[in-house]
């Protein structure tokens, strides 16, 4: 039975406006099951009802603690990437044929298919721990680590387009997950000396008779403080400040004493001989730093743009707590203003996290070519965000196809599309045969693998204490949706469980016992709800 | 301001609002797409070379010595390039640009930019894309604002398309949102028959009222860009599907979105602004030199391709390509034999109706502003200005938040 039964629950008390010190107000969070798959929504990547109802018998400091602190042992293994120097193939880092040489005019045959198989290589390791990434996303061990790291990796944007050799993107990611909820004073001095990083905004080349300026600024603008809070005088001495960070051939960071201007510099109001550690300080120092922080967080985790107040009473709480993160995440997944009514089921997933929701709750783990594919499809690919300011949030995911878009990728997922050369049609197991070349690639990556109904779903729909198309619906759309169902979607899934089920002549309990038949509409059913408005708000 | 996404968010929920409001209020789908009449205004192709494109190698002043100082590396000879004047060459890779120029079908304008220039690309794009230097804290986009004043009781949807990925702020509004497509072959939701029927209802939805909660108002929100989809994609791909150009188009995406143009322009459809994005140009790097004249390569291709296609044809004269770029890049390359963030650059207008030639004046590359960058001769909006008032016939005051001198682009 569905634990959130027929009422519609909202769990905010307090007035709109209103925001106490959370210490005060906690007791205003009314812990049921919307507060939980709320708080599994934005502290993870959605959750399963059995879950929910593990977190509300938890009760609401203990499950916060276990998302904050993670797990005491982890399966997670960080796998040591594969170094290709390019160089050997005659070819420069960034893959461009180095003088005198041609990576086609190659003499022997063999390098060539040395160099083209270390390609496949390279990107075989990339799509494997995109994989591996998704695959701990849907399993759940470490959700707010996972969450974070998404939420770093687009933050801190690097991109493969840029740095072409995996290697260091992969040790980037790994570092990245590894702190994602640790410290961000210390994310932000390892960034300064990351080497995808450094390749990604031009600084390898940098020295200090000709400073690159692309890491300087993004760094003011994007990663700690936020436009409007320093000049262009600043930027251009801190650019002098970061010479001599590179990018060693071995992938590793090395600083070029040589290249470094350590000249006297003049940055946000204080003259001295700054390196990397003193202009990361110095940026750290400023009181924008922690409001950018605090600003950016708050409102990527909540979907609504934080007040003022707010604002200013995280940023003091990473200030007081010199940039610990767990502190952060303490306080706020035990704020009332979390649980407010504005938050609650009104942020739209990104491609990623709608894959990865999805993904949870089907219990489908989709390999990394398929996960690759996928991201390129809807706009939000791993290691290639659109910019250096990395992803859109709220509503400029809804673009007008995207809702379609994502239909079809979940239809993929779940094996109800597969490949045809001439038009749509249905084949005789239900499978619909489209005529869709950007989803040919994609469907042709699954291999074959299809989406079978969980064993545990099949056994919870079996023990529902009706059966009526009603009774069914309503389990599957609290089971599948992130967010309460409304009754519009409800009479759509009710009205074509009973026409799908007249067509084929089966009653409302008997679908459900026939392997074949119920394999196939529980596919289109999932298929159905996971294109539902309501599908895209968690 | 602080972040421009900050500011976009705040828009989008109360244009949130709003539309759901306007949502509740009328039960009937808001797109209005069944206006079959063909109209023959003007319509105007604005195309965003993102990233910064360098334009001192894109109009060559080959004879300049300062230029010649400032690019060891990068430098184009006169011999390499493709002849305008004595003067000036165009980047090699642009055959196609160059054949309409000698057509009299391209205007060059040279030194484009503004006051106070911004090196940050979104800054410097917002600001092209609001026509102000607030950018978007002064509210809806410059095409935006046109939609708005200019055809602001037209509840036709298709007036303003983007083709491509992310939508342009340009174009965003509050009360008109621009369609944004991709690829054409995409533009179904698939599924069996009874499932696609159940689909077609998944975009309606009761309103709560009188007070709607932010979870109703995005509720409806995704449910009108959803219904949108759902109406647009069903006759937009009729359109792709049955368009037959006169000319090949490359086999690649961006022209792919010329071809759509093409097809939207041949159509029955009403739109007057089309809008698509080339973006890479952001040449920091060593690969500089390479990356550019592939990027310039594949403009060249997509635009010859679509010149050819709609000329001879009643497109042909209903059509003006405007395309810019939110900075040129620094004038002395870097030592990474790439060029950094810089300032004015060069636009472009093409069409039959454009007035050929080199328009404006190029800066000087030695009387640089502190940053070493060219200080522009021409402020972008003077030839927004110009493209509304002599191409669109559209009052550009008001969508511009002031007058700018016009410039004679147009015949």
Same mark, same amino acid.
């Given at each position: ?77 960080? &796998? ?15 893959? &461009? ?23 496949? *290589? ?143 510099? $003049? ?43 707010? *604002? ?39 491609? &990623? ?117 009603? $009774? ?16 519009? $979607? ?49 | 301001?602080?972040? /421009? ?77 493709? @002849? ?25 304008? @040279?030194?484009? %930019?503004?006051? #106070? ?78 499932? /696609? ?42 359109? =792709? ?6 000319? @090949? ?7 792919? #979105? =010329? ?20 973006? +890479? ?22 635009? %010859?391709? =679509? ?18 770029? @939110? ?6 390359? +870097? ?35 502190? +940053? ?20 669109? %016939? ?7 938040? %002031? ?9």
């Amino acid at each position: 039975m569905s634990i959130f039964g027929a009422l519609a629950i909202t769990c905010v008390v307090l007035a709109p406006g209103a925001s106490p010190p959370s210490h005060h107000a906690t007791s205003s969070i009314r812990w049921d099951a919307r507060a939980v798959e709320h708080l599994l929504n934005r502290a993870g990547f959605g959750a399963t009802q059995s879950e929910i109802e593990r977190g509300v018998a938890m009760g609401r400091e203990a499950l916060v603690a276990e998302l904050v602190d993670g797990p005491s042992s982890t399966s997670w293994v960080d &796998v040591e990437p594969t170094l290709f120097r390019w160089e050997d193939f005659g070819l420069d880092i960034l893959q &461009v044929t180095l003088p005198g040489t041609s990576y086609y005019g190659m003499t022997s045959a063999e390098q060539v298919a040395m160099c083209k198989d270390s390609r496949v *290589v390279d990107r075989n390791q990339f799509l494997e721990l995109n994989q591996q990434w998704f695959a701990s996303m849907t399993a759940g061990a470490d959700p707010l680590r996972d969450r974070m790291t998404l939420y770093w990796h687009g933050f801190f944007t690097t991109s493969w387009e840029v740095v072409k050799r995996k290697y260091e993107l992969i040790r980037q990611f790994q570092w990245l997950r590894r702190e994602a909820v640790a410290n961000y004073a210390d994310l932000l001095h390892g960034i300064v000396r990351d080497p995808a990083m450094l390749q990604y905004l031009d600084q390898t080349a940098s020295a200090k008779d000709h400073p690159n300026e692309n890491l300087a600024r993004e760094l003011f603008e994007l990663f700690s403080l936020g436009e409007g809070n320093y000049s262009e005088v600043d930027i251009r001495e801190a650019a002098r400040a970061l010479t001599g960070n590179r990018c060693a051939s071995n992938g590793s960071f090395e600083f070029l004493a040589d290249a470094h201007d350590d000249g006297s510099k $003049s940055i946000l109001g204080r003259t001295a001989n700054f390196g990397d550690r003193e202009l990361v300080d110095q940026l750290l120092a400023q009181d924008a730093c922690p409001r950018w922080i605090a600003r950016r967080i708050v409102r990527w985790i909540e979907g609504v743009e934080p007040g003022e107040e707010r *604002v200013a009473r995280y940023a003091q709480l990473l200030r007081d707590e010199r940039f610990e993160l767990r502190p952060f995440f303490r306080t706020l997944f035990q704020d009332p203003d979390f649980y407010r009514e504005d938050v609650v089921g009104t942020r739209v997933l990104s491609p &990623v996290e709608y894959l990865a929701f999805a993904g949870k709750k089907l219990g489908v783990r989709p390999n990394g070519h398929f996960l690759n594919k996928a991201g390129v499809v809807l706009g939000q690919s791993f290691y290639a965000p659109p910019s250096v300011k990395g992803w859109p949030e709220g509503l400029d995911w809804v673009t007008n196809d995207a809702l379609l878009r994502r239909g079809n990728v979940l239809g993929a997922m779940l094996g109800v599309l597969e490949v045809g050369v001439n038009e749509t049609a249905i084949a005789d197991d239900g499978t619909t045969v489209a005529n869709a070349p950007d989803l040919e690639t994609l469907i042709r990556t699954l291999d074959g693998e299809r989406y079978e109904p969980r064993a545990e779903l099949v056994a919870s729909l079996k023990a529902l204490t009706a059966h009526d198309d009603r $009774s069914i619906a309503a389990f599957l759309l609290e089971e599948w949706l992130p967010s309460a169902p409304t009754p519009e $979607s409800t009479r759509l899934v009710v009205d074509w469980l009973a026409k799908e089920r007249d067509r084929r002549g089966m009653s409302e309990r008997g679908w459900l016992d026939d392997a074949a038949v119920r394999s196939t509409m529980l596919r289109r059913l999932a298929h159905l709800v996971f294109s539902l408005p309501e599908a895209h708000l968690g | 301001m602080t972040d /421009r996404r900050i500011d976009r968010r705040e828009v989008l929920v109360s244009a949130t609002a709003g539309l759901a409001a306007a949502a509740c209020a009328s039960k009937a789908p808001k797109t209005a797409l069944a206006k079959p009449a063909v109209d023959t205004g003007r319509a105007l192709l604005v195309l965003e070379l993102f990233g910064g494109n360098d334009g001192l190698s894109t109009l060559v002043p080959h004879q300049d010595d300062a230029y010649q100082r400032a690019r060891p590396t990068l430098r184009l000879e006169r011999a390499a390039t493709l @002849e305008l004047n004595a003067e000036r060459g165009m980047h090699p890779t642009l055959e196609h640009l160059h054949r309409l120029y000698h057509d009299g079908r391209v205007a060059a304008i @040279e030194g484009v %930019g503004m006051p #106070a220039p911004s090196y940050s690309h979104f800054r410097s794009q917002e600001i092209w894309h609001t026509a102000r230097a607030e950018g978007r804290t002064s509210g809806p986009g410059w095409l935006a604002r046109v939609r708005e004043n200019a055809w602001g009781d037209d509840d036709d949807r298709m007036l303003t398309i983007h083709v491509g990925g992310d939508m342009p702020y340009s174009l965003w509004s509050e009360r008109h949102p621009a369609v944004s497509i991709r690829v054409a072959s995409e533009l179904e939701w698939l599924g069996s028959d009874t499932q /696609r029927d159940a689909f077609a209802r998944a975009a309606d939805g009761e309103c709560a009222e009188p007070e709607p909660t932010r979870r109703d108002r995005m509720l409806a929100e995704v449910r009108s860009r959803l219904r949108d989809s759902q109406v647009a994609a069903a006759r937009l791909r009729r359109i =792709f599907d049955d368009y037959r150009p006169r000319a @090949e188009y490359p086999a690649e995406p961006f022209a792919a #979105a =010329f071809r759509a143009v093409a097809a939207m322009l041949n159509s029955d459809l009403r739109t007057r602004v089309y809008s698509v994005v080339l973006s +890479n140009f952001d040449t920091h790097g060593a690969v500089q030199q390479a990356k550019h004249a592939r990027l310039l390569a594949q403009l060249d291709r997509a635009l %010859g391709a =679509f010149f050819a296609d709609v000329r001879g044809t009643a497109a042909d004269e209903r059509i003006a390509v405007l395309a810019w770029s @939110e900075f040129g890049r620094r004038v002395e390359e +870097n030592v990474s034999h790439g060029t950094d963030h810089g300032a004015a650059g060069p636009a472009f207008l093409i069409g039959s109706r454009v007035r050929g030639g080199l328009h404006g004046a190029h800066p000087s590359l030695t009387a640089l502003d502190p +940053n070493g960058n060219l200080v522009h001769t021409v402020d972008f909006r003077r030839v927004y200005a110009t493209t509304l008032e002599s191409w669109l %016939g559209v009052e550009s005051r008001d969508v511009l938040g %002031g007058g700018y001198e016009p410039m004679p682009l147009f015949t």
